[in-house]
């Protein structure tokens, strides 16, 4: 029996290709799309901050503007209609919030004071959409803090009025470290003074993250591994106790990549194309990143790449020793990233000492990362922390190895070649030690000089399917637990 097409209200902050700032954007502009080639009614809705222009996207009005009460006042929201282009005849609507004061008066996204008080604007504005549309959700896709508010009403006040009782909600944690704190006085203006204090929360204080995770009907995680990681005092950022509470409803689903967006056989912005059959095409992009990098053009030299923010959660605390050792074997190191200027420091010192071994780019470039991906042999992330991660899958999609630190979403998709007796997808270590990370790397490099067994690892890489695909079957079946429990 074929089972009914869903209507899915996904609701976030940013998306692609609107607004941007993280991986949150990605999964926004990308898994609805993947929803909808899946058959179902999937609308996504995201604020119109000032940045989204009308000389840039197709933005219409939709019927006239409404209050929402806030506070003790009121803001009136315009509904303005666009769209995503699925590319088979279909498209996914899209509505923006529109709030003169609270969105659209600004282009940035966060950072600022009251982003507490704006994303209850629009949780609250989103919920009055909907009484303003001939369409009613079977579920809400709420992801992270921002839209923690949704899940926190329909739970406490929602429920009990006729137009929201049947949304059921799925609450997505795509960062657990960014939690949405304000103080209680946050409550009043939300006009949900009923909301009850949770013990994670800190005296006075209400947490929208932590709200969203105790009011949905389901919760997830971007990948199975950081689900369990999220359960533990370390990994849990204070919110460990509500989430073992809860945790006969977390789920981890590892997030997609846009198989359209990057493909090494028609990617315009590396040198030269090539794809799984055609791997041995490759190695002129390792000559022409070598160049760009100014390092001597070296076919044997290992090329290590990194795509990074430069911050300790990336790891980038156990590089000092692990490139000292890789400089030793003679291998080249290329890196691409900015953050923290302690870490600046260091690689130009190592730039500066190793000119013919180390180059960094410090500084934020799609185009040269898509080049890195596609030139350097091995790709290093030592994450300390990776709820889901995109550039090992990037990088296996362009045949680039990653030796990886087997934690949250590297551990997920991330094969290790020797626990696999060479049938693996890349390497992997578990402490978080440079010592470690040496080892991983030593077993990739022993690989990388045996011609054949290296170009396997390669191509079951560029072969593993991590399309967008996979993971929205994953969603439309927690979709449908959550519907069955919201009825039950």
């Known amino acids: 029996m074929t089972k009914k097409a869903l209507k899915i209200l996904f609701l976030a902050a940013e998306a692609v290709p609107f607004a941007k700032v993280g991986g949150l954007a990605d999964v926004a502009g990308s898994l609805p799309k993947a929803l909808r080639t899946l058959g179902h009614d999937v609308r996504l809705m995201i604020p119109r901050y000032g940045a989204i222009r009308s000389d840039q996207f197709s933005l219409n009005k939709i019927g006239d503007p409404f209050p929402v009460k806030i506070g003790g006042g009121e803001e009136h ?23 003169e004061s609270y969105f659209s008066s600004r282009d940035q996204i966060y950072g600022f004071e009251d982003d507490a008080q704006r994303f209850v604007l629009f949780g609250r504005g989103a919920l009055a ?12 896709h709420a992801n992270d803090w921002h839209t923690g508010f949704v899940p926190a009403w329909l739970g406490t006040v929602g429920w009990r009025e006729p137009a929201y009782r049947d949304i059921a909600t799925l609450f997505t944690i795509h960062n657990l470290t960014y939690q949405g704190v304000s103080g209680r006085l946050i409550l009043t203006f939300a006009h949900l003074e009923q909301l009850k204090h949770l013990e994670v929360e800190a005296p006075g204080t209400v ?86 990098a ?48 302690d870490y600046h420091e260091m690689f130009e010192q190592f730039q500066s000492r190793y ?3 180390v180059h960094a780019f410090l500084k934020f470039d799609p185009v040269l990362a898509r080049r890195i991906y596609a030139g350097a042999d091995l790709f290093l992330m030592p994450s300390a922390v990776e709820p889901c991660g995109l550039g090992q899958m990037i990088a296996m999609r362009y045949g680039c190895v990653p030796v990886v630190r087997a934690v949250g979403g590297l551990a997920d998709t991330v094969a290790d070649n020797t626990e696999m007796q060479g049938r693996g997808t890349g390497f992997t270590f578990t ?18 000089e045996r011609d054949d067994a290296w170009r396997s690892v390669q191509q ?25 429990l919201h009825n039950s």
Not at 296 to 307: E, N, S, T, W
């Open 294 to 341: 100014r390092l001597p053009v070296r076919a044997d030299a290992p090329l290590v790449g990194m795509v990074t923010r430069l911050d300790h959660v990336k790891g980038l605390g156990l590089m000092g020793p692990v490139l000292e050792w890789l400089i030793e074997r003679d291998a080249q190191f290329v890196l691409l990233g900015s953050g923290d200027s």
């Open 77 to 99: 929201i315009h509904l303005i209609g666009s769209s995503l282009d699925v590319g088979t005849e279909m498209e996914v609507p899209v509505y923006l919030i529109w709030n």
């Open 460 to 484: 079951r890489g560029m072969r593993a399917d991590f399309s967008w695909t996979v993971s929205a079957q994953k969603y439309v079946a927690l979709y449908r637990k959550a519907i069955d």
């Open 129 to 140: 959409a909907l009484q303003k549309m001939d369409w009613q959700p079977d579920v809400i």
């Open 207 to 292: 947490n929208w993250m932590a709200q969203g995770i105790a009011h949905a009907d389901l919760i997830n995680t971007v990948s199975e591994r950081y689900a369990q990681e999220i359960l533990s005092p370390d990994m849990g950022m204070g919110l460990d106790p509500l989430l073992n509470a809860r945790k006969d409803r977390l789920f981890g689903v590892v997030n997609g990549l846009d198989y359209d967006q990057w493909d090494p056989a028609s990617d315009p912005h590396i040198p030269h194309n090539f794809d799984s059959q055609r791997i041995d095409q490759r190695s002129a992009n390792k000559t022409a990143l070598q160049q760009q």
């Open 431 to 448: 402490a978080f030690t440079p010592e470690a990370c040496q080892e991983a790397l030593q077993r990739a490099l022993e690989t990388y």
């Open 355 to 357: 000119p013919s071994q």
